[in-house]
T-cell receptor, first 113, second 113 residues
Framework: SQQGEEDPQALSIQEGENATMNCSYK?????LQWYRQNSGRGLVHLIL?????REKHSGRLRVTLDTSKKSSSLLITASRAADTASYFC?????????????FGTGTRLKVLA | DAGITQSPRHKVTETGTPVTLRCHQT?????MYWYRQDPGHGLRLIHY???????DKGEVSDGYSVSRSKTEDFLLTLESATSSQTSVYFC????????????FGNGTRLTVT
């Protein structure tokens, strides 16, 4: 079964607005990563947050992690048309025993110019 | 971009035929993964490898086999393709610590008619 579920499934915003997407997962994790996928391409790593961290920033990206609620959020500030893509969270479950990354179902973001 | 090449990029095959997809890396990474991506399911792990000749199953391994005879090559075989295996297949590599990201190839779009 899927470890992560992103919410919303799709999001459409105007350029310059902020975009927030959420990820919920089921089991305890070592860390959580966010990836971006442009149409027809492979996934590209954006940011990693460890289980003992609560917030992390990278450029226009802000990630939060709430291990008590088993959820994470990705905020993209001042969005651009080039941010149009699908965004996935990926977790490294503690119980996996090895380096098995489990991906969520993704959020499709469309940024309108 | 990480040196990952997937071949072929597109393939159409008939039900019941064997199909082999190839992933080739030039990064000398220890871990290699095969994922499939389907609408509504995100990415699901098929098989992964943690070294030459060392492989293990993921969550959707039925109907698939893999082989890794060299560090740089990871092959995914559909022994007898079925229509339910129509999907986009992604190869990913990792250095093997969960705090380092996965690097993805650009995918193989497989259609089974």
């Amino acid at each position: 079964s899927q470890q992560g579920e992103e919410d919303p499934q799709a999001l459409s915003i105007q350029e310059g607005e902020n975009a927030t997407m959420n990820c919920s997962y089921k089991t305890s994790i070592n860390n959580l990563q966010w990836y971006r996928q442009n149409s027809g391409r492979g996934l590209v790593h954006l940011i990693l947050i460890r289980s003992n961290e609560r917030e992390k920033h990278s450029g226009r990206l802000r990630v939060t992690l709430d291990t008590s609620k088993k959820s994470s959020s990705l905020l993209i500030t001042a969005s651009r048309a080039a941010d149009t893509a699908s965004y996935f969270c990926a977790t490294d479950p503690i119980t996996s025993g090895t380096y098995k990354y489990i991906f969520g179902t993704g959020t499709r973001l469309k940024v309108l110019a | 971009d990480a040196g990952i090449t997937q071949s072929p990029r597109h393939k159409v095959t008939e039900t019941g035929t064997p199909v082999t997809l190839r992933c080739h890396q030039t990064e000398n990474h220890r871990y290699m993964y095969w994922y499939r991506q389907d609408p509504g399911h995100g990415l699901r792990l098929i098989h992964y490898s943690y070294g030459v000749k060392d492989t293990d199953k993921g969550e959707v391994s039925d109907g698939y086999s893999v082989s890794r005879s060299k560090t740089e090559d990871f092959l995914l075989t559909l022994e007898s393709a079925t229509s339910s295996q129509t999907s986009v297949y992604f190869c990913a590599i990792s250095e093997g610590t969960t705090e380092l990201p996965l690097h993805f190839g650009n995918g193989t779009r497989l259609t089974v008619t």
